[in-house]
């Protein structure tokens, strides 16, 4: 069973920066794409980054530009580097694997995420 554990979440002012690091228990090689998203409170859960197999990298348009998504197949993680924070990233963040042979969905527990103004 894939366990994904997110870390990284925390309290930072507006322009600060946060680094969100995804744990997984298994071989992260053979997810078909991974990804991040996010849940404001009130608010659905809508996708932040994503990152395939092969390092093809996709983003919500009010994260382009802001943030960065990354994998390391070597050391079964995936990050997301957020810079120039805005209160309105304020959300839990979760983290996401997909395996298309399976057609498995795996989910992280989330980690929050909050900006002040």
């Known amino acids: 069973q894939v366990q994904l554990v997110e870390s990284g979440g925390g309290l930072v002012q507006a322009g600060g920066s946060l680094r969100l690091s995804c744990a997984a228990s298994g071989n992260i090689s053979s997810f078909t794409s991974m990804g991040w998203h996010r849940q404001a409170p009130g608010k659905q859960r809508e996708l932040v980054a994503g990152i395939g197999s092969r390092g093809g990298k996709h983003y919500a348009d009010f994260a382009k530009g802001r943030f960065t998504i990354s994998r390391n197949n070597a050391k079964n993680t995936m990050n997301l580097q957020m810079d120039s924070l805005k209160p309105e990233d304020t959300a839990v963040y979760y983290c996401?694997?997909?395996?298309?042979?399976?057609?498995?969905?795996?989910w992280g527990q989330g980690t929050q995420v909050s900006v002040s103004s």
């Open positions: 996401n694997a997909y395996v298309r042979t399976t057609s498995q969905d795996y």
